[in-house]
């Protein structure tokens, strides 16, 4: 404005020699042309500012992003995702963190796009029971998996203030572990007929794109958690991230006193009776699971007494802090058969189902008796996050347990089978366990595990800590006839750990079996650690590119309760016997 002025003074001072009115006229004149000539001076400066300020925003903005999404395995859908949604996004991307709650989302957008197009397709006619089955389940698991994206973004807007930054960073990965692992599982229910894989062609790109945005945001988490906790380990040389020993446990600094009593508490709100001859509130298990509370901070034990409870249970995400406890593990049995050659999923074959967070189990016989000729049929699936199950026997034959998501622990506890009988993404940790594997059908080989990691950056994992693997009595006398295995890779990134446990000659001297050919053989890690036993000699094992023999005191403790799956943060609360380290 004050340009302005200045020019409208100095042609009024030259017109004092004109005559007024052709003074008037070309004062006019002057002032109009001038008015416009600046204006198209200012326009063109404040053209070449935007240009230029847009050019450095945008220059800065994707130097961001193409950074943030470089630690990636899929760097390209990355970069092209996040800086197209981006680019209409009221809030600009300064930050790692600004382009990991973007790329969240998008998957989000993603997975609500695959639930609409499973609807429409359990609409059609024609699909066979296992298809409208498996259709169910990617239902269910988008619902878990929605859930785990929505508190990923909860939890990284809070971060790192809300947390420690080593239990913020188990928190994400656990969780976009997990929404990874739910797509695969969605898939892996069209493997049986080639009429399901008709129906898997249709899911496939959909399920595929979601499960890449969702190893990427993990990978930008971990290489940003990561980041902070080297800085905060310099920082304040180790202080904020040791444990510190109070009353024989473990537990973190960052625990306050108060939290710790708390978790030592048994907090139990509220207990029901589920007796089957109608002596107690409930004569099934099942009705007293739905009776029970939604979203209970606190403990609700549902008491089973001795008997044999012929029913499929589950214990939906919504039903958190539950605990069923029996009379006995030979005494109180929860059985069942549905398996996958009678037409059920995997996933939907299990006798009891638990996903509600927290789930505690003791005392309790988990069982499915489909028998050996059934393929799969599951015992025991636990996709709770932070569940654990004491003195319980888990008996099937092909696929017994499957740890399918999140952190569990498994302690004094029999496992039996024989095909992959221990499979699933879980993080899942087995101490002191009894793990026997049983007389399969002829021509069949057993396999312990059947770890099933996709995604080098996922923190899960089987790790068998002091336990004992051998054979049942109908396995034992024949042994000789049916060749067993410590594991096969049922993914790409497979990972089991056997650490301190007693191994009997029923395991092959190699030790480990190939799934298919040579698939995952340099990507898997199946690693030994100061086991004994007639079974437990690694000279005449596997000679893949994925198998070691660990000898660092440092590296086995990764594979610890207290290291893998945030142990010294749960475990007391849970009143089981548990050790956190290798001692």
Not at 296 to 316: F, H, T
Request: charged share 25%.
């Amino acid at each position: 404005m004050t340009r302005i002025k200045d020019i409208l003074t100095k042609f009024s001072d030259s017109g004092k020699h004109i005559s007024s009115a052709k003074k008037h006229k070309k004062i006019f004149l002057a002032v109009f042309a001038s008015l416009v000539i600046l204006a198209a001076i200012i326009g063109i400066v404040a053209g070449v500012n935007s240009r230029n300020n847009s050019d450095e925003t945008d220059t800065s903005h994707h130097a961001i992003v193409k950074s943030a999404c470089s630690s990636t395995l899929y760097p390209d859908l990355c970069f092209s995702e996040v800086a197209s949604a981006s680019a209409a996004a009221t809030k600009k991307v300064t930050s790692q963190k600004d382009v990991i709650e973007l790329s969240l989302n998008i998957t989000t957008t993603a997975v609500e796009h695959n639930y609409f197009k499973i609807k429409k397709l359990l609409a059609k006619k024609g699909l066979t029971e296992r298809e409208k089955t498996a259709l169910h389940d990617c239902l269910e698991t988008i619902d878990e998996t929605l859930d785990e994206l929505h508190q990923a973004v909860e939890d990284l807007h809070e971060y790192p203030n809300k947390k420690s930054l080593t239990q913020h960073a188990d928190d994400l990965k656990t969780l976009m572990s997990a929404a990874m692992t739910n797509q695969e599982t969605c898939l892996d229910g069209f493997s049986h007929d080639e009429a399901d894989k008709k129906v898997r062609k249709v899911l496939i790109a959909g399920e595929k794109y979601v499960e890449k945005m969702c190893s990427n945001a993990l990978a930008m988490i971990k290489n940003m958690t990561d980041t902070d906790i080297a800085n905060e380990m310099r920082k304040t040389s180790n202080r904020k991230l040791k444990e510190e020993e109070i009353d024989g446990v473990a537990w973190p600094e960052w625990l306050l006193a108060g939290d710790r009593r708390l978790l030592q508490s048994s907090s139990v709100t509220h207990d029901v009776v589920v007796a089957a001859d109608g002596s107690g509130n409930y004569k099934t298990v099942s009705e007293a699971v739905a009776k029970a509370p939604e979203k209970s901070s606190k403990r609700y034990v549902i008491k089973i007494k001795a008997g044999v409870y012929r029913e499929n249970v589950e214990v939906p995400k919504k039903k958190t802090n539950i605990m069923f406890m029996g009379e006995g593990r030979t005494r109180t049995i929860i059985t069942g058969n549905r398996n996958v050659a009678d037409g059920s999923t995997t996933f939907h074959s299990a006798t009891v189902a638990v996903v509600g967070e927290r789930f505690l189990a003791r005392d309790i016989t988990f069982q499915n008796t489909a028998g050996p000729s059934k393929h799969q049929a599951v015992a025991l699936r636990v996709g709770s996050d932070l569940s654990a199950f004491y003195q319980c026997d888990i008996l099937a034959y092909q696929d017994s347990l499957y740890v399918h998501s999140n952190r569990q622990f498994y302690v004094n506890c029999l496992i039996a089978g024989t095909v992959d009988f221990i499979f699933g993404n879980a993080a899942a940790v087995l101490q002191n366990c009894d793990i026997h594997a049983r007389r399969p059908n002829s021509g069949q080989k057993n396999m312990v595990t059947a770890q099933g990691r996709t995604d080098p950056n996922q923190n899960t994992g089987i790790v068998i800590q002091k336990c004992r693997i051998g054979a049942t009595s109908d396995l034992q006398s024949v042994r000789s006839n049916f060749a067993t295995y410590l594991g096969r890779p049922w993914k790409e990134y497979s990972r089991t750990v056997i650490i301190q446990t007693s191994i009997t000659d029923v395991i092959h001297s190699a030790g480990w079996h190939e799934w298919s050919g040579s698939f995952a053989l340099k990507t898997l890690f199946y690693g030994e650690y100061q086991n004994t036993g007639a079974g437990a000699g690694t000279s005449g094992r596997v000679k893949w590119e994925g198998f070691k023999v660990i000898t660092s005191v440092s590296e086995a403790q990764a594979y610890t309760p207290g290291r893998f799956i945030a142990g010294g943060s749960w475990l007391s609360a849970t009143g089981f016997p548990f050790a956190l380290g290798l001692s």
